[in-house]
């Protein structure tokens, strides 16, 4: 099981990002996939995971309306598409797989991590 994250970078408040999470090693269609964030000096915290096929969505209050969870199962690819970015977004990102196929944004449902991609929101 991999799970690879991509697409961060550096970019100004009010700005977009793509992020991208590889999955390589089992069946996607069957698993539920989280986004998770991690800034220096604070806990981990759900962003928002995807359920399996049908691909209802959960959403951290704080990303409501500015972020959507998208999946592909065809190219084993899950997307966080992030709009209005602000300085608060800043953090490391992580997709994760959940232990089965619906999705919540507690870390402790995830039994597999990807390695994190780093997000940064500065002018």
């Known amino acids: 099981v991999q799970l690879q994250a991509s697409g961060g970078g550096l970019v100004q408040p009010g700005g977009s990002l793509r992020l991208s999470c590889a999955a390589s090693?089992?069946?996607?269609?069957?698993?539920?996939i989280g986004w998770f964030r991690q800034a220096p000096g604070k806990e981990r915290e759900g962003v928002s995971c995807i359920s399996n096929f049908a691909g209802s969505a959960n959403y951290a209050n704080s990303v409501k309306g500015r972020f959507t969870i998208s999946r592909d199962n065809a190219k084993n690819t899950v997307y966080l598409q992030m709009n209005s970015l602000k300085p608060e977004d800043a953090a490391v990102y992580y997709c994760a797989r959940a232990y089965g196929s619906s999705c919540g944004l507690i870390s402790w449902a995830y039994d597999s991590w990807g390695q994190g991609t780093q997000v940064t929101v500065s002018s």
């Open positions: 090693g089992f069946t996607l269609d069957y698993y539920a």
